[in-house]
């Protein structure tokens, strides 16, 4: 029917996020080692402080068709820099290939895997705050709603 429900159920327990290192810890010198775990703790208590000021109450259901922005949730920096790359547009190149001494033109088709994720559906913007308090959820959404990417 298009319609989407959800319930959240359970105590609240906040789940940390944290962000991954790009450079490996093996490489890291020990002070470096340890501005970067002060950076990395200083990054959780900030986004479960968030998490425990901005998520909604219990049993709280948004209203539908909201375009919301990931941004506005409290996650990490790489969570948000992982929805957002990837193009997700199909890209057509051209290549030239030699046939019989002639020039031919073809088209190559190069479909990326990546997809941008920038709003949240429905499903998503119903979900996403009540797990992120550390909550059980049921949802029931249309396939192709976005439910995967909210669990």
Known sequence: RGEEHFISTSNDQ????????????????SKQRVNATTLEQ????????????????????????QKVSFRSLPLSDGTLRGLEEGDGKQQQGQQKARNNGKNNKKKISNL??????????DIQNACIPHAL????????ARTGSG???AF
Do not use: V, W
Not at 133 to 140: Q, S, V, Y
């Open 14 to 29: 906040s789940t940390p996020s944290s962000s991954s290192h790009q450079t490996s810890k093996a490489t890291m010198s």
């Open 42 to 65: 200083t990054a959780i208590s900030r986004l479960q402080k968030r998490i425990q000021e901005e998520c909604p109450d219990r049993g709280h259901a948004p209203p539908l068709n």
């Open 112 to 121: 990326s895997n990546k997809k941008q994720f920038y709003k949240m559906t």
């Open 133 to 140: 308090k550390g909550r059980d959820i049921l949802g029931a």
């Open 147 to 149: 439910k995967t990417l």
